[in-house]
């Protein structure tokens, strides 16, 4: 079959590399994709938020699935203006409509979702403009330090943690104003839950689910994650704490709740949920959901499914998951994410890459690269991830480090310390 793929991270190559090696591939198309995606599939230069080129790319190639990789797309409604179109209603789109996709583009809707269900989540209230002063009495019940979330998406950038109650209020004055625009035109506050994180991604057809190898990521950019929060420098998978009772308490508070719930509220939902979660002394917490597969969390997930991803996703789209298993790589996988000098901040782009012929044993999954004649350059703030297996972390941390080191561009930085307090 074709399918097209659209975005253009580290997550796109990797789930455009595992797609390649389906059978039932005919023709793979990423819109826009980068320098890795173009060496398993064909790119094609179309923004993801331009639905009519992305539908108009669709008929004229013949593409009988559309595998959504960003949230953004998601959250404007791609799935349901191909829904309502009548010459590509048919066509299987992997993702959910704008209705379940609320649950990444509202903190709101996803914490209101969570309460309705009994999933167990952090203590909150959503403020605006217009109730502002309540928002500070809330403020005044917790403990530092203190959550505000932007409600909408804010590119990963509109969760701030402040540990003065006097920042606190300010910043939360400052976020009503418009520090991140629209998205926070309402803000949440969040009880701030102390533990550790970790990430699990589940497929879903609406009715049955799968849950896919856990995975913990490293968001900020200093060692011991210290500095300005990140897209992700590197991950690890499978997590050492997430021990078969742990996943068993996620599985039966958690994953099925929100799947029955999502049925429940009679949102169709075919796709993957992120779910962010917080182990406080053993027992799991959400913190946030995503619709989306996680990144640089893919880097490491979807090179341990040995199962067909393809097939997987025709299973999705029919309703049939149910007679689908799941078969793990059982070893540890690492990746490294190397970053444009200056990042998060402003950086430069368009830094020649070398060293590619250097690298072995490891599998590298480009994030902001692109062609230039016989070249590849930087493209964007994270560059390349260097993902490697290995017989426990360390074993596999070695070797990501040692490919991460052969690969070079002006300014290169990564973080040292991956998978540290595991």
């Known amino acids: 079959?074709?399918?097209?793929?659209?975005?253009?991270?580290?997550?796109?190559?990797?789930?455009?590399?595992?797609?390649a090696q389906s059978d039932l591939l005919t023709g793979l198309y990423i819109a826009p994709g980068n320098a890795g995606t173009s060496q398993v599939g064909t790119n094609v230069d179309i923004n993801p938020n331009d639905f009519n080129a992305v539908k108009n790319f669709v008929i004229e190639k013949n593409i009988e699935m559309m595998v959504v990789g960003p949230e953004e797309p998601l959250?404007?409604?791609?799935?349901?203006?191909?829904?309502?179109?009548?010459?590509?209603a048919h066509i299987p789109v992997i993702g959910p409509g704008k209705d379940g996709a609320m649950l990444e583009g509202s903190k709101?809707?996803?914490?209101?979702?969570?309460?309705?269900?009994?999933?167990?989540?952090a203590r909150y209230f959503s403020v605006t403009a217009d109730n502002i002063g309540e928002g500070y009495s809330f403020l005044e019940t917790l403990n530092a330090p203190y959550v505000l979330k932007a409600d909408g998406l804010a590119a990963g950038k509109g969760v701030l943690i402040l540990n003065d109650i006097n920042e606190a209020k300010s910043e939360l004055k400052a976020m009503l104003d418009g520090k991140f625009g629209a998205a926070g035109n309402t803000v949440v506050i969040e009880e701030f839950l102390s533990?550790?994180?970790?990430?699990?991604?589940?497929?879903?057809?609406?009715?049955?689910?799968?849950?896919?190898?856990?995975?913990?990521?490293?968001?900020?950019?200093?060692?011991h994650d210290t500095g300005l929060n990140t897209g992700g420098m590197g991950a690890v998978s499978p997590v050492p704490f997430a021990d078969s009772g742990f996943m068993k308490k996620v599985k039966e508070r958690i994953v099925i709740p929100t799947v029955e719930?999502?049925?429940?509220?009679?949102?169709?939902?075919?796709?993957?949920?992120?779910?962010?979660?917080?182990?406080?002394?053993?027992?799991?917490?959400?913190?946030?959901?995503?619709?989306?597969?996680?990144?640089?969390?893919?880097?490491?997930?979807?090179?341990?499914?040995?199962?067909?991803?393809?097939?997987?996703?025709?299973?999705?789209?029919?309703?049939?998951?149910?007679?689908?298993?799941?078969?793990?790589?059982?070893?540890?996988?690492?990746t490294v994410m190397l970053v444009s000098g200056g990042y998060p901040g402003s950086y430069e782009k368009g830094k020649k890459i070398t060293g590619f012929d250097k690298v072995e044993d490891c599998i590298l999954f480009h994030a902001g690269?692109?062609?230039?004649?016989?070249?590849?350059?930087?493209?964007?703030?994270?560059?390349?991830?260097?993902?490697?297996?290995?017989?426990?972390?360390?074993?596999?941390?070695?070797i990501s480090y040692r490919n991460a080191a052969l690969i070079d561009f002006e300014k290169k930085y990564y973080r040292s310390d991956i998978g540290f307090d595991l």
């Open 75 to 88: 959250v404007r409604g791609i799935k349901d203006y191909f829904l309502n179109d009548p010459f590509v």
């Open 261 to 334: 719930g999502l049925k429940e509220d009679k949102i169709p939902y075919k796709g993957f949920i992120f779910i962010g979660l917080m182990n406080v002394n053993g027992d799991p917490y959400v913190i946030e959901y995503n619709v989306r597969m996680g990144d640089p969390e893919s880097e490491v997930v979807i090179p341990r499914i040995k199962a067909d991803l393809v097939d997987l996703f025709k299973a999705v789209a029919a309703g049939n998951l149910k007679v689908k298993s799941l078969e793990v790589d059982h070893r540890t996988a690492t």
């Open 369 to 398: 690269t692109k062609q230039a004649g016989a070249d590849i350059v930087t493209n964007g703030g994270r560059v390349i991830a260097v993902t490697a297996f290995g017989s426990d972390k360390n074993d596999a941390l070695r």
């Open 1 to 19: 079959m074709n399918i097209l793929l659209l975005g253009s991270g580290g997550r796109e190559h990797a789930l455009a590399w595992k797609m």
């Open 108 to 121: 709101e809707f996803a914490k209101e979702f969570m309460q309705r269900h009994n999933i167990p989540t």
């Open 195 to 223: 533990g550790i994180e970790l990430s699990v991604f589940v497929l879903t057809d609406g009715h049955a689910s799968i849950i896919l190898p856990e995975a913990k990521d490293y968001k900020r950019i200093g060692e």
